[in-house]
């Protein structure tokens, strides 16, 4: 069992940022894929970035590439999600996601995660 709380969600203006966290207690392991995803009003989930804890690997949407970082803590047990040069369509509710039993092609697909946290609202304005 793990649980997974999101926080660092605000109001920005664009071109600023914000760091989201993401802390985890229960059960975690260093085999565990983290990610992040996003979902803005009246739209689907969509994949933000992806971190894989025993190796480091990453992964990002062309959307956010050049301008978001995901990394880990593990002595504090928390993800987090650097986000900088925010724009107005980066508005939408993150939501933290990890998952064990995730093949590797799989990394990217909201429906392989098992573990969600409950979300933090990040509204970016023109």
């Known amino acids: 069992q793990v649980q997974l709380v999101e926080s660092g969600g605000g109001v920005v203006q664009a071109g600023g940022s914000l760091r989201l966290s993401c802390a985890a207690s229960?059960?975690?392991?260093?085999?565990?894929?983290m990610g992040w995803f996003r979902q803005a009003p009246g739209k689907e989930r969509e994949f933000v970035a992806v971190i894989r804890l025993n190796g480091g690997n990453t992964d990002y949407a062309d959307s956010v590439k050049g301008r978001f970082t995901i990394s880990g803590d593990n002595a504090k047990n928390t993800m987090y999600l650097q986000m900088n040069s925010l724009k107005p369509e980066d508005t939408a509710v993150y939501y933290c996601a990890a998952g064990q039993t995730i093949i590797h092609g799989q990394r990217l697909n909201a429906e392989a995660y098992g573990y969600w946290g409950q979300g933090t609202q990040v509204t970016v304005s023109s």
């Open positions: 229960g059960r975690t392991s260093s085999r565990f894929y």
